[in-house]
């Protein structure tokens, strides 16, 4: 069963906040990849050099330098030289819920029938990063939008279990920013119809299992149709997090909330008392 089932849903949900206590909260698990040594998640003061920042003497904490338009918050901090390897997560597959680990509310999907998920990020330099959500149709069928750095042109890849879309994660150019941190919106509604509607590769290179047979019954099987609910949300390596949230229609929910909340999403410059 969904974390959130039955529940009532404001309008406006918050899934992590960094400044909240834990900044990580327990519907999260991270995983850390311990073949790499300078792969960590930790909590950081965004305003901070590396070389002021906590952490165990083998590791380095990246970029070395505080870029510009750094924020006054502490943050999630998400490094490794392989992104696939160290993330965070909140909720699960609906396959990977019912295997196992039933009373684990980290083992269960989220449950989230809000249609916004939106982000505030920042990127590790010029290092890759990627985004995962995934959602459930009103027939229950599961698929992962997959938002990449790295990628140039969206593809599906309906033998993925979930099936899967991945798209382009375009970052502005930095000289053209105040600040690298980034707010994210993600209309959930607008992006599942690309599960019917991407062109099909005869190549499934994001990690499929093979066989004719097992394509066709993965292609009967995308979602599409009404959005019904977020089953998952995971942030890959290389990045830091200060919020992720949920909304019933975006930007316009968070105008909607009054100065208390847009003071609370703003991100305050950590040289200045303006908010960036």
Not at 119 to 139: M, N, P
Request: with cysteine.
């Amino acid at each position: 069963m969904a974390i959130l089932a039955g529940a009532v849903q404001p309008p406006l949900l918050t899934l992590l906040s960094s400044t909240s206590s834990p900044p990580l909260s327990p519907l999260f698990f991270q995983a850390i990849d311990p073949s790499e040594p300078s792969s960590l998640i930790s909590i950081v003061d965004d305003s901070e050099d590396a070389e002021d920042c906590p952490r165990d003497s083998t590791q380095t904490i990246v970029p070395k330098n505080r870029p510009r338009g750094s924020i006054s918050h502490p943050v999630i901090h998400i490094q490794s030289p392989d992104p696939r390897t160290t993330y965070i997560q909140a909720g699960c597959f609906l396959e990977s819920s019912r295997a196992s680990h039933e009373h684990d509310d980290r083992y269960r999907p989220l449950g989230v029938e809000l249609p916004w998920v939106g982000f505030q990020i920042k990127r590790l330099g010029q290092r890759d990063l990627s985004l995962e959500v995934g959602v459930v149709d009103a027939k229950g069928r599961e698929g992962i939008i997959r938002l990449s750095s790295f990628k140039t042109e969206p593809s599906i890849h309906p033998c993925h279990t979930p099936p899967l879309i991945h798209l382009p994660l375009n970052f502005p150019p930095s000289e053209s920013l105040v600040t690298p941190w980034l707010h994210i919106p993600l209309n959930l509604v607008s992006l599942l119809p690309l599960f019917q509607s991407l062109p099909r590769d005869s190549t499934d290179n994001d990690g499929g299992q093979g066989g004719a047979k097992k394509k066709r019954r993965a292609e009967s099987e995308l979602p599409s149709g009404s959005f019904k609910s977020v089953s998952f949300v995971k942030v890959y390596a290389n990045c830091r997090v200060r919020r992720i949230w949920f909304s019933a229609e975006g930007e316009k929910t968070l105008a909607s909330m009054g100065k208390g909340v847009e003071d609370e999403w703003a991100l305050y410059a950590a040289d200045s008392a303006a908010s960036l």
